[in-house]
């Protein structure tokens, strides 16, 4: 296929670690997923995505004219192959399987993800709580170092909300099982039980191979339903941590009843919340000879490794079966998404809610099931910069709920780097520390300055919960992504084009991170428009057009901006999920230079198997702000507000950002306010303040303390005047 040159950006084709979000010219890059850590740059990873989107800049003189029409093509294909873009062309070389090329014509980003995951499924709704922080470690030693864990969050003040087990919980690295002695079933039931008491989560680790031990439950059962995978008629022995093992075949009639019979038993033991699959790509810890067939060696060789390595290499071979005669040749590409959507299944019948699973292997549809983290990265600063174009890439291969290990997987972290990285990786959609066995610890109350940067920024992450909530909302119902690239909101900037190192969550939300040890400073650039300083409401940076701005960036402060037009409901700091979820809400309305905003807000249990199902067990609140003369009028419109009645939630304080220096309220009116009440001292009668601050350029208006029903419409007019 041809690309106009100079005027095609693409973004797509994954998986691949790369410093840049925009797909650069002259690369090959290969589909074929494998079990290689992510901090490999320019090779293919654990999941193949073969969708692209072209955002076209603007034809002809006059700049603006077409600049932002964008397109998505995806290749409908589960095998392996090799995409070759040079820039003026793109070119698939695939080794099997059917040609199905779709376009999706946009006009719009947001449009061409609506249309792609129409066709390839919207992305699952994730319970509340996973928006929450997760602590993981490879090498926690027994349950008092879990405890341990759980103690120095709390004692730092830092907000923890699921603490997860890797594979160190099971006896002789088994799934479903417990060791005995370091984690026997007793003390981790006990632990399990302790920190659901305090508002906490749990998560633990599967992985697909199945030890081959006639004494094993799993095992024994796996045998009777016959549902390993087949090579040459008998089931295919892999190696991986337990030794050696069977691999469930997904495919098989009966493996979503024998998996989610597994689940079950183990959850009736071990009420664990949430499952990490890993591992499924498949891995495979030795590379079986070839039989004499061109499925084990085909005779184009992609380029997997980067080395042309054998496609059969530390993974089962393509000449082993799945149920239906399916070749693994064929089906390769597939095993994660199809253990996924057992998962999903198994879990939301076990527990009767809505699951998280978070894979790392994945595939086309895999958001419908899934969370993704990025794989095993490395604790450099060129891993914690790789980490922006590795998540938005995963937003446009509509799997919104994605993050990467924060302060790094392999390697020892640093005070810097981990400080860093937390306060890029709070805003992350999912927000996990997790790291090896055999480096340092890096528990983020480890290092004073670290644990200090922790509590800013999850503060802020935690009180942004309801706005990070609405944005799944959004994904579930129209495939937009959760953290989005610049051009998401501002295709027309051509400069938005090659912004790496920045990215959006939502459409006016912008975090900019330090990505350079010994920085002092961070070059941040603004598309158009007044922005504010989601840490300091008084710092501004105003442009008529897109341009750069040097930011200040001390080790305590990374920067977090809301544009003008925007309205974040926003509730307040907690320690939990479900503490913070009771807390009055704060709206913060950000007018445009016309005195516009909006936004909205969607409300349900957090944790219902459907979102937003029929009934009245959610509610859905649009916010807007409109400037009339003098009058400032923000008022709600709202669906199904019986939900937020029963609830009880209420608006406590509105503030408005965006207002000309000199602007001052005199008189405010509305719902719930007994009165007019004039905002001068003194006139206190109705516990309802008004206060004006100036800062620089802007002023800032509160009113507060409301008592605003969120489930009841309201309209609150504020008068002003110009000093």
């Known amino acids: 296929s041809s690309l106009p040159p100079g005027r095609s950006s693409l973004y797509g084709i994954g998986e691949h670690t790369k410093p840049s979000l925009r797909l650069r010219p002259n690369q090959t890059l290969t589909l074929w997923n494998a079990d290689i850590g992510s901090a490999n740059l320019d090779v293919n990873l654990y999941g193949s995505h073969p969708f692209y989107m072209d955002v076209r800049s603007s034809v002809g003189r006059g700049g603006g004219v077409g600049a932002g029409t964008s397109h998505g093509v995806l290749l409908l294909n589960s095998n392996g192959m090799d995409v070759v873009y040079t820039g003026e062309r793109i070119t698939y070389k695939v080794i099997g399987g059917m040609l199905d090329l779709y376009v999706f014509p946009g006009p719009s980003p947001e449009a061409v993800m609506e249309q792609f995951t129409e066709l390839i499924g919207r992305p699952t709704p994730m319970p509340y709580w996973s928006f929450g922080f997760h602590q993981c470690r490879w090498g926690y030693k027994n349950v008092s170092d879990l405890d341990g864990v759980v103690a120095g969050y709390a004692k730092a003040n830092i907000p923890l909300e699921v603490m997860w087990t890797d594979i160190d919980y099971m006896d002789a690295f088994k799934d479903f099982t417990l060791d ?38 799993t095992y024994i059962r796996g045998m009777q339903a016959d549902i390993f995978i087949k090579r040459e008629g008998v089931p295919y022995l892999g190696v991986v941590w337990p030794g050696p093992v069977y691999f469930p075949d997904f495919l098989h009639p009966a493996s979503e009843n024998y998996w989610g019979g597994e689940i079950k038993r183990f959850h009736d033991v071990l009420p664990f919340d949430g499952l990490w699959l890993d591992m499924n790509e498949l891995s495979n810890f030795i590379t079986s000879p070839p039989l004499p067939s061109t499925l084990d060696n085909p005779p ?31 089906a390769h590409n597939l095993y994660g998404l199809l253990e996924a959507r057992a998962t999903n299944k198994a879990l939301a019948n076990v527990t009767g809610k809505r699951p998280f699973i978070l894979s790392r292997s ?69 927000a996990r520390d ?110 008529a057009s897109g341009m750069n701005v040097m930011l200040n960036a001390p080790l305590d402060h990374p920067h977090v901006h809301v544009r003008e037009g925007n309205i974040l409901a926003m509730q307040g700091e907690a320690m939990t999920t479900d503490a913070a979820r009771r807390t009055p809400f704060e709206l913060l309305v950000v007018v445009d230079g016309n005195g516009n905003s909006s936004g909205q807000l969607f409300l349900d249990d957090g944790e219902d198997v459907e979102m937003g199902r029929e009934g009245n067990e959610w509610s859905l609140v649009r916010f807007y702000c409109e400037k009339t003369g003098n009058d400032v009028v923000v008022r709600s419109e709202v669906g199904n507000g019986k939900f937020a009645l029963i609830e009880k939630w209420v608006i406590d304080k509105v503030t408005i950002l ?13 719902h719930e306010l007994h009165s007019n009440v004039e905002a001068k001292s003194g006139q206190r009668q109705v516990k309802t303040v008004g206060k004006s601050s100036d800062s620089g350029e802007f002023v800032i208006i509160e009113v507060s303390p409301l008592s605003l029903l969120l489930g009841k419409e309201f309209k609150l007019q504020v008068k002003l005047t110009q000093s």
């Not at 380029?303 to 064929?330: C, E, K, M, Q, W």
């Not at 419908?368 to 937003?395: C, E, R």
């Not at 609405?470 to 989005?484: C, D, S, V, W």
């Not at 965006?658 to 509305?670: A, F, S, Y």
Request: with cysteine; net charge positive; aromatic share 14%.
């Open 180 to 217: 005995p002695i370091n984690f026997p079933v007793e003390k981790m039931k006990e632990f399990v039980s302790t920190i659901h008491k305090n508002g906490k989560k749990y998560v633990l680790i599967l992985d697909p191979g199945i030890s081959v031990n006639e004494t094993y439950g």
């Open 362 to 430: 994945t595939f086309l549809s895999s958001g419908k099931h899934t969370a993704h983290w990025t794989g095993d990265n490395a604790a450099t600063w060129d891993d914690l910069a790789y980490s922006i174009p590795a998540i938005l890439n995963f937003g446009l291969f509509g799997i919104p709920m994605v993050g990467a290990d924060i302060c790094g997987f392999s390697l020892d972290t640093t005070e810097e780097l981990c400080n860093r990285w937390i306060q890029l990786g709070a805003f992350y959609p999912f």
């Open 434 to 543: 997790h790291s090896a066995k055999g480096t340092l610890r890096q528990e983020l109350y480890l290092w004073d300055s670290v644990a200090a940067s922790a509590r800013k920024v999850l503060r802020l992450r935690y009180r942004l919960l309801p706005y990070l909530y609405t944005l799944m909302y959004e994904a579930y119902r129209k495939g937009i992504p959760i953290a989005r690239p610049l051009f998401f909101t501002f295709p027309e900037d051509k400069l938005t084009y090659d912004v790496n190192s920045q990215f959006l969550i939502g459409k006016g939300v912008m975090v900019t991170p330090i990505l350079k040890s010994g920085a002092d400073t961070v070059d941040a650039y603004f598309p158009s428009g007044n922005w504010f300083d989601l840490f300091n409401y008084s710092n501004s940076v105003s442009t």
């Open 300 to 330: 184009y060789k992609i380029n997997n490794a980067g080395v042309n390595r054998p496609i059969d290499n530390l993974t089962i071979p393509a000449t082993s079966y799945h149920f239906g005669n399916i070749s693994d040749y064929n």
């Open 658 to 670: 965006g207002l000309r220096k000199g602007t001052r309220m005199t008189r405010l009116r509305g």
